[in-house]
């Protein structure tokens, strides 16, 4: 029961990394503040240019498909679709680079 | 007046893929925290876009020297002495104040409590 030969789950299996199902709701709000960083950047190229009478290809295709931070749900926000994932949904935090990649929205059906 | 993008580096591009390096090393962004200037146009609009994640934009009306951005963050030379405030918050003189024991010009070291 004690001692250095217990049977906890770390000695008895190996390797146990203890990675959080879901995101605490500081990491939310950094991700909130992060999603609207991504959208003021879009806002400023989209203003400026439209001053020039110009636009981007690239540009109107991320206003017509990516919701902004205020449109999106808690859902969309926090997690993402996996076909594998029980009920399809997983933290948005097992998405390798996940702070500086944009992962918005969702397969078609999802 | 053609309008110009100032452009900081706020995350880097470790472990991203090669073109993002390529982007940032084509608008001279080397390091974090560095900012450039870029007319706005098609082509470097589209480039920020390819990195809109690690970046910070605004829209300016002339570029900066490099001298000009390291003075906005660099502080003023030189020191200033605060005086001390009262440990009160100063309650305790405005009541002095109101009874008309104290008078506006000698609040001094004798009243601080």
Redesign the interface.
Known sequence: MFGPFRFTNPLSGGLLWKIPWRLSRFQKLRQRR?LR??D???A??D???A??G???K??ER?KAEMPTEAQMLPKDKYTLFDRSAKRYRKGIHKLP?W????QRVNPPGY | M??W?RITL??S?I??PERTHGVLKALGLRRRMQTVFHP???QF??M???V????????VDRPKTNWEVKQERTPEPGFYVEKPAPRDGGRVLQQLRQLGNVKAGEVDEEVRL
Do not use: D
């Open positions: 992060r960083a991504v003021n950047v879009v400023t190229l203003e400026a240019l001053k020039k110009e636009t981007l690239a540009l991320w680079k702070t500086r990649v944009s | 053609p309008g993008f706020y995350r591009a472990g991203l706005v146009e098609p609009a589209g920020i876009m390819k809109k994640e690690l970046v910070l934009v605004e829209e």
